[in-house]
């Protein structure tokens, strides 16, 4: 629809930054300051950030009601919390297994994979039994890595494993995985593929770095403590997003409102309105006799059907707002009225051809359409959509069913 529905490119781009440049810059910490020193510091940003991300997603969850972000935001706290508090540099003195580290990653990544796979919209229960139940699962799993060396005690040397085994790229492999799925599955969820994409990168660098870096211990601390500072920007970051596409939004028909709708016309969003720009306004004929002879229920799935239609066949060259009961309003930034008479003559077509039912019955749908296009800078674009509105009204006068355009007057 807009950019507000994107996969979140640029979070993802912070999440590379942070796993390359925390790599070369804890080197260069190291040499200045004291490595216990440096670890300290990160365990206290990684305690707080481990409370505040389930934090914000319990929180943000009657906002966007997502399973992804509540899910993520849950596990990822509990498994940083245990890494600190139960790690080489937590509170107790008892000697830590060697495979209690990388069985972390591990289930992070497990994590990241689900939280990606799963539904983003399920009931409230079921959100919280899934995580819940994830959640039984990650503690036992942290109880036996921590307190004994079996199973697990391959974990650590598939780590640290220097010849070349295909097992051992099973975690990149995963997370290729995640983010081919995330491209496709999280295209249009408000950022939220760059933020999985971005935690799974950062949880598979620290996997394949840590042997490799100047310090393991502190470099798992590092990726530990930024990957849950990461997840908590990107989760507020989605809320916020959501929430400003909520105002704009209308949630019957899933399409723009007409308060975006007004904000195209005065020119306070990102849209390039530069001429030709045109203006097109679709009237479903009839609508009022449709909502009297078989009701509202039947008229909500006319509006429906008439606004997938409308936003299959148009998007991404129009963009398409509910302009006020059976109206709707469709910006074709860079078309001129001739463009558009063909793609709404085939918008026309397809929703005559389409119809609907009540019951039983078939329900004839049809649609008149008016159309115009801003020629210069000087035309206001509410003068465009009057001018619309004029060729919606000949299109009715006329017999309905039919697109017209309309010129708008001279500045």
């Not at 979070?11 to 020193?37: E, I």
């Not at 620290?206 to 490799?212: E, M, N, Q």
């Amino acid at each position: 629809m807009t950019n507000k529905g994107s996969w979140g490119i640029l979070l993802f781009a912070l999440g590379l930054v942070l796993l390359v440049g925390g790599y070369w810059f804890l080197g260069l910490l190291l040499l200045r300051f004291d490595t216990v020193f440096i670890i300290k510091v990160l365990f206290y940003i990684g305690i707080a950030a481990g409370v505040v991300v389930p934090l914000l997603a319990h929180l943000s969850y009657p906002r966007v009601r997502n399973l992804k972000v509540f899910l993520a935001g849950y596990l990822t706290g509990v498994a940083v919390l245990a890494f600190f508090l139960l790690g080489p540099s937590g509170f107790f003195s008892l000697p830590v297994p060697s495979n209690f580290i990388p069985g972390l990653y591990l289930f992070m990544i497990v994590v990241i994979f689900m939280s990606t796979i799963l539904p983003t919209f399920l009931k409230y229960r079921h959100t919280k039994y899934i995580t819940f139940a994830m959640l039984l699962i990650e503690v036992g799993l942290i109880c036996v890595l921590r307190t004994t060396t079996e199973p697990f005690a391959s974990l650590y040397y598939l780590r640290n494993f220097h010849t070349f085994q295909w097992v051992i790229l099973i975690p990149a492999e995963v997370t290729i995985l995640i983010l081919l799925l995330s491209v496709y599955v999280l295209k249009l969820r408000f950022h939220l593929g760059g933020v999985l994409g971005g935690t799974m990168v950062l949880f598979t660098g620290g996997w394949y770095l840590g042997p490799r870096s100047f310090n393991t211990s502190v470099f798992d601390s590092y990726i530990f403590a930024a990957t849950t500072l990461f997840l908590c920007i990107g989760i507020l970051i989605h809320w916020i997003v959501r929430m400003e596409h909520r105002v704009s939004y209308d949630p019957l028909l899933r399409i723009y409102n007409r308060d975006y709708c007004e904000n195209v016309l005065i020119e306070q969003v990102p849209v390039k309105t530069s001429p030709p720009f045109g203006i097109a306004i679709v009237d479903i004929d009839h609508f009022k006799k449709i909502n009297d002879t078989y009701g509202h229920k039947t008229g909500d799935d006319v509006l429906i059907q008439t606004a997938r239609i409308l936003t299959n066949e148009l998007v991404p060259e129009g963009i398409v707002c509910r302009y006020g009961g059976d109206e709707f309003v469709v910006f074709f930034p860079k078309k001129n009225s001739e463009k558009i008479k063909v793609i709404m003559d085939k918008v026309r077509k397809v929703v005559k051809s389409a119809g609907t039912r009540s019951g039983k019955k078939a329900i004839k749908v049809t649609v008149s359409i008016g159309i115009s296009h801003r020629k210069n800078a000087g035309q206001s674009l509410p003068k465009v959509l009057k001018a619309a509105d004029k060729a919606l009204y000949r299109a009715k006068k006329h017999g309905r069913d039919q697109v017209k355009f309309s010129k708008p007057s001279p500045p």
